[in-house]
């Protein structure tokens, strides 16, 4: 997909490092039906990574569109495509806050078993939720604002981002 707007490409470009985040977190997390038995340098340094990019990359991300993209779509004549991706973010919140809950915790004095199907559980629900939004996002969202924008609100909204 060519994109012509900043915007548009800042949104993508989260995209594509989001699922590759959510790529390592099956193949670390989800492939291992049992867990660490004590966290090792290596899965330590994933965890970290995991909960600092959940944090900043999905939380500035979800605020980002909120604030600056979504609002845009009633304009356009997209308000249910908006509001469905705001139901979406409200309920990845949740998912996200209890993967880092429960990595954090892991992190500081390892999993119990329970602790690591628990994390598993939630792991893979964020992976097929997130993966999903993604999807949806690319394929109806990048569209509609590649029409929408301007040069003018195009710049505006990227000089938003930067803030
Ligand atoms: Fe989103
Ligand atoms: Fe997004």
Redesign the pocket.
């Known amino acids: 997909m060519t994109l012509k707007y900043s915007s548009t490409r800042i949104?993508h470009d989260?995209?594509m490092a989001t699922l590759a985040l959510l790529a390592e977190v099956e193949r670390i997390v989800l492939a291992r039906r049992d867990g660490p038995a004590q966290i090792e340098q290596q899965e330590g340094r994933f965890l970290d990574r995991m909960c600092k990019a959940l944090n900043n990359e999905v939380g500035v991300?979800f605020d980002f569109?909120e604030s600056s993209i979504l609002p845009m779509l009633a304009e356009y004549g997209e308000p249910d495509l908006g509001e469905l991706l705001l139901e979406e973010h409200h309920v990845l919140r949740d998912v996200v806050r209890d993967v880092v809950a429960l990595a954090e915790g892991g992190r500081a004095s390892g999993f119990s078993p329970e602790q690591w199907q628990k994390f598993r559980r939630l792991c893979g629900e964020l992976v097929e939720r997130l993966t999903s939004h993604?999807e949806k996002?690319e394929r109806a969202l990048l569209p509609v604002l590649e029409e929408a924008l301007t040069p003018d609100t195009d710049s505006e909204i990227a000089a938003h981002h930067d803030l």
Do not use: S
């Open positions: 949104l989260d995209h991300h569109e993604i996002e």
